[in-house]
Each structure stands twice: as C-alpha cells, then as structure tokens.
C-alpha cells in the first residue's frame, strides 16, 4: 500500500519524508529517524509528558498551538502542520528562549529527564498566552502542565518559570511567514491524495465517508490518545489509518437555538471550552480530564466512540439527556448516547459508519448540574466513579432528572432506577438519602486497581449526599473551594 510523504516545517524548513508506515509515532519519526534525541521517552503512554512537542496549524488564517504527547501522535499527524522540539527553540547564537531561559533562572530542573517536556509545554503556553499579551497566572500555569511530571525538582521552581517567562525581552515567531508556509504545503498535501494510501486523512465529511465505506478494514483515528496505547502498550499494528480529524464539518461546535452540535473531531480542550462556556460549574471537572496536551490531541468522539466504562465525559453526556449523531454514506441516525452500548467495549456502530456528532441540549431554567470524579489524584488520573446528576426543580419538587454514572458497570450508564425514584418528588434530605441507597442498589461495580467494589458503591451513593448538600448551598465540600495558599494563612 502507497505510503504518501509526511510534509511538515521545522526550524522554517520544510521537512518532507517518505515510506513512514501509518502506525508509526511520532517519538518513533523524532528519535530514530531524525536523532532529535531531545525530546524523550518516559512512560510511552501520554501520561508523563517527557514528549512534548508543539504544532501549530493554520486555522482560518491563524494559527492555532497545541502542546501534544508525541509518544500516542502518529507521525502522520503532522502532515501539514509546523514542529517544535526543545531542540528548535534557542535562537541560531544559542541564545534561549524565554521558556528556557526562565527554567533556568528558576531552577526548574534536576536531574532533567523531563526538563524537555516541561519546556515545550512551558513553549505552548508562551505561543498562547505571553505572545498574546495575556499573563499566566499561578492557576493557569497549574493547569496547564498538569500533563507533565517531575520526580525530583518538585513543582514549585516551575510554576515559577511559567510566570516568569513572560517578564522575559519577547521572542515572537513569524505567524504570516509560517502561515503562508502552511498554505503552500497544505496545498501539495491535498493534491496528492490517493484512496490507496495506507495513512487516509480525508479534509471533508462526504470524503471521510467514501473511505469508511471503501475501507471498513482500515482503523479508525482521531486524537490517538486512546488507540496509540494500542501500539505502544499492546504492540498492535494498523496497516491502514482513518484519520477522521481532518474533516472540516467535524472539527466546527455548531450554535443552535436549544443544543450545541459538538463534532466528533473537536478537541476535548475546544468540548469542554464549548461546554463550560454554557455551564460553567463545569471548569475544575473539565481541567481533572487527563492533562492539556491529551486534552489538545484526544476528541469527544474518540472518547464516546472509545466507551470506556470510566470514560469521564459520557456520565456528563447522560446526564445532559445528549444525543449521537452516527453518519454513513447516504445516511445518519440518531440516538440518546447510553444507547450507543451494547457492552463492554462494544457499541451499535456499523463498519461504515463514524460518530459524526455530539447534540448536548442548552441549560434550561431551574437546572441545577454538578459533575464529580473521583480519582486517586487529583489532576492527570482516570476516574474510578463519575457521577453527573442534573436536576431541574420546580416549586421544590424534582421536574426533570439526568444521571449518568461511570466506573459502575461495563458501560457508561444512565441511572433509570435512581432517576424513576427521584422524578415529580419533593426534593428534600429524605430524598436524597433514597436516591443515596437507590444508587447504591442499582449497580454492582467490580473491584479493580482503581478502587474496590465496595469504595465504589459506597462513593457513588455519597456523592448523592454531596449533590443534595451543593443545592441546599454547601460550598466548602469540594475541593477546589480551598487553595493551599488560604489552608496555610
Ligand atoms: C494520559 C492519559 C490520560 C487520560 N485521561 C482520561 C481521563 O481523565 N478521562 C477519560 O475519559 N479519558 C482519559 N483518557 C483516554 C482518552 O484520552 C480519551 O478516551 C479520548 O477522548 C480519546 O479520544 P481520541 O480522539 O484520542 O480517540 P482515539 O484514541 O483516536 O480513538 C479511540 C477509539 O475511538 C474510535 N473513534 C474515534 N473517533 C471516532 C469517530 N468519529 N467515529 C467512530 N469511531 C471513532 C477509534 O476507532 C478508537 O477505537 C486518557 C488517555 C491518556 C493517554
Ligand atoms: S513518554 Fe510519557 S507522555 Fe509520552
Ligand atoms: S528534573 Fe528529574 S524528573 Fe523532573
């Protein structure tokens, strides 16, 4: 099968190469075929980030940076897009970069293994942030290296670097040179598409389709922060990749009366900007998933294609009353999303068709909505319950009721019994203590390495109490109510 030329710039250079198998990573490309030993190899699973790199792409005539785990993106990912590694950011006299520069005034380095990755998310903050004239707060910068780990400098010296960094004299990347460098390569990427290609990656909806269709063999991609796993933990190997993040119809949150339309290829970082944007009580929950550069590859599609029992996103989707909409090649359906389940893993999608969108309906009046995951750490873990419960209440009593529940079954799941328990009631303690054991009594979670059967099902009926306590006013039961810096006061 033709293996078409990955075109990408580094260092203003145009960086075209050849025969690169569909499943190869991106590490993979960096460390062994261009000795850019820089950028390292920690846990090979997205989880430390000692492989960040920052791409930029052009969207509508701006540039849009994302800091990515190199480790689970396809080298193919890259094709028509510009690279960073920490080896491209000191100027030509070796100058640093003020992202450098600034861990090392800092001290934010020790031993240094994840100094690399560090530094290039520190880069991507700097291309969204500093050179945007907006400063990084102590919060911002928390949040967005949560997806990178140090083990021995401790990570006080490198928020401090974040902030600093900005003080620093500017260094400003040519935006209108790499977008006109963009365009012309992007160009001769498009022109030289073949439906033979062993790595397809179709730029619209109609073209995505034909080639599910024409190749229902081929496996399906889009952050690949679930599927490179895949290859670097289970040794699988794709002989042919659809990339589905290229289609433009999918990469677009679209503005209804009464829903948005969230398209399977948007990133979870844009889902949840679309989403809090209409809820914001949702903010800390959509920051605990996963850190920002997996948040910046992986898409709400792959995460409720994926279906992954502790899937944080799809108990939200429940509870929300959200609607799939699955597309073939002249023709879609709809469906509420528990019923896109059928078991463990397993969902009703046909080998031609795709999850096209997501339909989450707007807030209504009266609704009150809370989402919680509890995980062993707090930032960068994987849930082992989700509990999203949203009430509308009317007069007291409970008018409308969602709840979706992961961690407690082999799917996502919407809680019918606790839901047909709860609806026309008087909301009152008694209820929710009701509810409470209900919950507990509706499932039967399995113990595993994140939590045991018995944590589960009593975490899940509190989290109950928990909600019941929010709407009464309770503000000091969650975490984010605290910040060290008021515990130590
Ligand atoms: C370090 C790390 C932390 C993580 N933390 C979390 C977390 O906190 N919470 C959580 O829920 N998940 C987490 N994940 C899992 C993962 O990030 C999500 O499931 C993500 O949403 C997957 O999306 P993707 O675009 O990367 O999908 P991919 O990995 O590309 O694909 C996943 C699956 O979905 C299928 N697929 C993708 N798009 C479509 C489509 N449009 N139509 C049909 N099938 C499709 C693929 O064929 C594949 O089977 C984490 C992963 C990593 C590596
Ligand atoms: S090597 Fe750990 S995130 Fe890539
Ligand atoms: S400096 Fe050693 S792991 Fe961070």
């Given at each position: 099968?033709?293996?078409?030329?990955?075109?990408f710039?580094?260092?203003?250079?145009?960086?075209?190469l050849?025969?690169?198998?569909?499943?190869?990573?991106?590490?993979?490309v960096?460390?062994?075929?261009?000795?850019?030993?820089?950028?390292?190899?920690g846990c090979g699973?997205?989880?430390?980030?000692?492989?960040t790199?920052?791409?930029?792409?052009?969207?509508?005539?701006?540039?849009?940076?994302?800091?990515?785990?190199?480790?689970?993106?396809?080298?193919?990912a890259?094709?028509?897009r510009?690279?960073?590694t920490?080896?491209?950011?000191?100027?030509?006299?070796?100058?640093?970069?003020?992202?450098?520069?600034?861990?090392?005034?800092?001290?934010?380095?020790?031993?240094?293994?994840?100094?690399?990755?560090?530094?290039?998310?520190?880069?991507?903050?700097?291309q969204?942030?500093?050179?945007?004239g907006?400063?990084?707060?102590r919060?911002?910068?928390?949040?967005?290296?949560?997806?990178?780990?140090?083990?021995c400098?401790?990570?006080?010296?490198?928020?401090?670097?974040?902030?600093?960094?900005?003080?620093?004299?500017?260094?400003?990347?040519?935006?209108?040179?790499l977008?006109?460098s963009?365009?012309?390569?992007?160009?001769?990427v498009?022109a030289?598409?073949?439906?033979?290609?062993?790595?397809?990656?179709?730029?619209?909806?109609?073209?995505?389709?034909?080639?599910?269709a024409?190749?229902?063999?081929?496996?399906?991609?889009?952050?690949?922060?679930?599927?490179?796993?895949?290859?670097?933990?289970?040794?699988?190997?794709?002989?042919?990749?659809?990339?589905?993040?290229?289609?433009?119809?999918?990469?677009r949150?679209?503005?209804y009366?009464?829903?948005?339309a969230?398209?399977?290829?948007?990133t979870?970082?844009?889902?949840?900007?679309a989403?809090?944007?209409?809820?914001?009580?949702?903010?800390?929950?959509?920051?605990r998933?996963?850190?920002?550069?997996?948040r910046?590859?992986?898409?709400?599609?792959?995460?409720v294609?994926n279906?992954?029992?502790?899937?944080?996103?799809?108990?939200?989707?429940?509870?929300?009353n959200?609607?799939?909409?699955?597309?073939?090649?002249?023709?879609?359906r709809?469906?509420?999303?528990?019923?896109?389940?059928?078991?463990?893993?397993?969902?009703?999608?046909?080998?031609?068709?795709?999850v096209?969108?997501?339909?989450?309906?707007?807030?209504?009046s009266?609704?009150?909505?809370?989402?919680?995951?509890?995980?062993?750490?707090?930032?960068?873990?994987?849930?082992a319950?989700?509990?999203?419960?949203?009430?509308e209440?009317?007069?007291?009593?409970?008018?409308d009721?969602?709840?979706?529940?992961?961690g407690?079954?082999?799917?996502?799941?919407?809680?019918?019994?606790?839901?047909?328990?709860?609806?026309?009631?008087?909301w009152?303690?008694?209820?929710?203590?009701?509810?409470?054991?209900?919950?507990?009594?509706?499932?039967?979670?399995?113990?595993?390495?994140?939590?045991?059967?018995a944590?589960?099902?009593?975490?899940?009926?509190?989290?109950?109490?928990?909600?019941w306590?929010?709407?009464?006013?309770?503000?000091?039961?969650?975490l984010?109510?605290f910040?060290?810096?008021e515990?130590?006061a």
């Amino acid at each position: 099968m033709h293996s078409k030329t990955i075109r990408f710039i580094r260092r203003g250079e145009l960086v075209a190469l050849g025969n690169v198998p569909p499943d190869r990573t991106l590490l993979e490309v960096l460390r062994e075929d261009l000795g850019a030993t820089g950028t390292k190899e920690g846990c090979g699973e997205g989880d430390c980030g000692a492989c960040t790199v920052v791409v930029a792409e052009e969207d509508g005539g701006r540039l849009r940076w994302r800091a990515l785990n190199s480790c689970v993106q396809l080298a193919h990912a890259v094709d028509g897009r510009a690279l960073w590694t920490v080896e491209d950011l000191a100027a030509g006299d070796g100058a640093l970069h003020p992202a450098q520069e600034a861990m090392v005034e800092c001290h934010g380095s020790q031993c240094g293994f994840c100094t690399p990755g560090f530094v290039m998310s520190l880069f991507g903050m700097y291309q969204n942030h500093v050179c945007r004239g907006r400063a990084i707060t102590r919060e911002l910068a928390q949040e967005e290296l949560s997806g990178n780990l140090c083990r021995c400098t401790g990570y006080r010296p490198i928020l401090d670097a974040a902030q600093r960094m900005g003080e620093l004299p500017r260094v400003d990347v040519d935006d209108a040179a790499l977008i006109s460098s963009l365009q012309q390569i992007r160009h001769s990427v498009s022109a030289g598409m073949k439906t033979e290609e062993s790595y397809l990656a179709p730029e619209s909806l109609g073209e995505l389709l034909a080639a599910r269709a024409a190749h229902t063999q081929a496996q399906v991609v889009a952050g690949c922060t679930d599927a490179g796993l895949w290859i670097t933990k289970q040794h699988q190997r794709f002989g042919q990749v659809l990339d589905v993040t290229r289609a433009r119809e999918l990469r677009r949150v679209e503005d209804y009366e009464n829903h948005i339309a969230i398209g399977a290829a948007v990133t979870l970082s844009d889902a949840f900007d679309a989403l809090v944007a209409q809820r914001p009580q949702l903010k800390t929950f959509a920051n605990r998933f996963a850190g920002l550069p997996v948040r910046n590859a992986g898409t709400l599609g792959g995460n409720v294609a994926n279906g992954s029992p502790i899937g944080d996103t799809m108990p939200l989707l429940i509870a929300l009353n959200a609607q799939l909409v699955l597309m073939k090649q002249g023709g879609h359906r709809h469906l509420p999303l528990e019923a896109f389940y059928t078991g463990y893993r397993r969902n009703v999608l046909a080998p031609d068709e795709l999850v096209a969108w997501i339909l989450v309906p707007k807030p209504r009046s009266g609704e009150f909505l809370r989402a919680y995951k509890i995980s062993k750490r707090f930032d960068d873990d994987i849930s082992a319950v989700c509990l999203a419960v949203r009430m509308e209440l009317r007069e007291g009593r409970v008018a409308d009721i969602g709840i979706g529940a992961g961690g407690v079954a082999a799917t996502p799941v919407r809680t019918m019994r606790t839901e047909a328990l709860l609806a026309g009631r008087e909301w009152t303690a008694d209820a929710a203590r009701e509810a409470a054991q209900a919950l507990r009594d509706e499932f039967q979670p399995i113990s595993d390495m994140r939590a045991s059967a018995a944590y589960r099902s009593t975490v899940l009926g509190n989290l109950v109490q928990r909600f019941w306590l929010e709407t009464q006013g309770a503000t000091s039961i969650n975490l984010e109510q605290f910040s060290l810096r008021e515990i130590a006061a």
